[in-house]
């Protein structure tokens, strides 16, 4: 054998009994990957409330890894930049938000769910996203979205449409029924333009509940039953 091949390979001429042990099983991961996801779950909530408070051009990755306690250069170990790690709080935000309005439509096993009793859900479903843990990423996407490529605003367009998909046969049904007089897109359209606006206004501590204010809704969008 050669010494280019013994550079190459340089266990490859040692008897089987000298070659070095490997340890058996999985490599044990180190601390960073062990905390890997509660680590990276932190830095998008930091990151959301940082983007929000100071806007995306303003607040450093070194702000971002502070306010969880990591060094300057640790956030990239989960995130490449932090373009990517804005688009992953607007990405991570409406998946999450798409999953609650699901379990809240989900959680009606009737047969033929009645069509107002499924907009209530819709729209405190709606609210909790608004109003609830981890709400940050809304003003997020509604003002920073330009920082995004082309290609990840595409993305976030779909996710948006995604979830407001369920909204119009539930909408639908309720024209359909006469409960609900205007055009079903434009309803659309207007009801969750309302709903957005609360973020302006709202304060739980001050006002209504969350349930109050979803039962305002519905007698404000709707005819009487």
Request: include cysteine; hydrophobic fraction near 40%; proline fraction near 7%.
């Amino acid at each position: 054998m050669n010494s280019l091949a013994l550079t190459l390979h340089p266990f490859a001429a040692l008897p089987d009994d000298a070659a070095p042990k490997r340890p058996r099983g999985r490599p044990r991961k180190t601390e960073e990957e062990r905390d890997d996801g509660n680590r990276r779950a932190e830095l998008l909530a930091a990151a959301a409330r940082l983007f929000r408070r100071q806007g995306f051009d303003a607040t450093s990755t070194r702000d971002i890894a502070a306010a969880v306690g990591m060094h300057s250069g640790s956030p990239f170990y989960h995130f490449k930049s932090k373009d990517a790690l804005l688009y992953a709080v607007m990405e991570e935000g409406m998946h999450t938000a798409i999953a609650r309005q699901r379990a809240a439509l989900a959680s009606d096993t009737s047969p033929e769910p009645d069509p107002r009793v499924q907009l209530r859900r819709l729209i405190r479903s709606h609210f909790d996203t608004l109003h609830g843990p981890g709400n940050d990423f809304i003003p997020v996407m509604l003002y920073e979205q330009r920082s995004l490529s082309s290609r990840q605003r595409s993305t976030i367009a779909q996710l948006q449409a995604d979830y407001e998909a369920p909204w119009t046969p539930v909408l639908e049904a309720l024209h359909a029924s006469g409960q609900l007089l205007a055009p079903v897109k434009l309803s659309r359209l207007l009801i969750l333009g309302a709903l957005n606006w609360s973020v302006q206004w709202f304060d739980r501590k001050k006002g209504a509940s969350l349930d109050e204010l979803t039962d305002a809704c519905l007698a404000l969008f709707l005819k009487p039953c």
